[in-house]
């Protein structure tokens, strides 16, 4: 893939994100423009209890999935963008504020694109396990982020249900309850 140059970039609009437009020069000489929705990183983190075999989950209102599907209310893993700070930092932040959790150990899962043909937001992925004692709030959402975010805890057989169903639609979610299965399948058999 060696020979593609990007000759120019323009701020289209400037917002709570950027959207560019990048004019990039091929290798053969011509020229393609695109578009680029610039974001920040964000963490997302699968809090899990080892010993009630539940996960949190939370619904929040996306405008997105409204738009396309007409249901405002999303089911995902906990999730923020980075404020200048570390993926890990971010995570428990946003465990804390979402779900009212207080995470100590996070196992890293990866940093994947969430989008790489239109957004350059990267996702770090953590799985967190937590306890009864873990729960120190009742979560939500910050006010001044308009956040009215439901806390769920699921347990795992109910969570493979949704899954099955189709019910949980979100691809960073996805791929943490996989690495959940694959890093813990104890936590998924019967006991």
Same mark, same amino acid.
């Given at each position: 893939?060696?020979?593609?140059?990007?000759?120019?970039?323009?701020? &289209?609009?400037?917002?709570?994100?950027?959207?560019?437009?990048?004019?990039?020069?091929?290798?053969?000489? *011509?020229?393609?423009? *695109?578009?680029?929705?610039?974001?920040?990183?964000?963490?997302?983190?699968?809090?899990?209890?080892?010993?009630?075999?539940?996960?949190?989950?939370?619904?929040?209102?996306? +405008?997105?999935?409204?738009?396309?599907?007409?249901?405002?209310?999303?089911?995902?893993?906990?999730?923020?963008?980075?404020?200048?700070?570390?993926?890990?930092?971010?995570?428990?932040?946003?465990? &804390?504020?979402?779900?009212?959790?207080?995470?100590?150990? &996070?196992?890293?899962?990866?940093?994947?694109?969430?989008?790489?043909?239109?957004?350059?937001?990267?996702?770090?992925?953590?799985?967190?396990?937590?306890?009864?004692?873990?729960?120190?709030?009742?979560?939500?959402?910050?006010?001044?982020?308009?956040?009215?975010?439901?806390?769920?805890?699921?347990?795992?057989?109910?969570?493979?249900?949704?899954?099955?169903?189709?019910?949980?639609?979100?691809?960073?979610?996805?791929?943490?309850?996989? +690495?959940?299965?694959?890093?813990?399948?104890?936590?998924?058999?019967?006991?």
């Amino acid at each position: 893939m060696a020979g593609y140059r990007i000759r120019q970039v323009e701020t &289209l609009y400037d917002g709570w994100r950027k959207l560019l437009k990048v004019t990039v020069e091929m290798p053969d000489g *011509r020229t393609m423009a *695109r578009q680029i929705l610039n974001s920040s990183d964000a963490a997302a983190v699968l809090p899990y209890d080892p010993q009630a075999r539940t996960v949190i989950l939370v619904r929040q209102f996306r +405008a997105p999935v409204m738009h396309v599907e007409g249901r405002p209310g999303f089911l995902e893993a906990v999730a923020g963008l980075l404020d200048e700070d570390a993926p890990e930092v971010c995570a428990r932040r946003e465990a &804390l504020e979402e779900a009212g959790l207080r995470i100590t150990a &996070l196992e890293p899962v990866g940093t994947v694109w969430s989008a790489p043909g239109m957004t350059t937001e990267r996702l770090h992925l953590f799985l967190a396990p937590y306890g009864a004692a873990d729960r120190v709030g009742e979560g939500g959402g910050l006010a001044e982020e308009h956040e009215e975010i439901e806390v769920l805890e699921l347990g795992l057989g109910e969570v493979m249900r949704l899954l099955e169903q189709g019910a949980i639609a979100d691809m960073k979610t996805l791929a943490l309850i996989q +690495a959940l299965q694959l890093r813990h399948p104890d936590l998924f058999g019967s006991g």
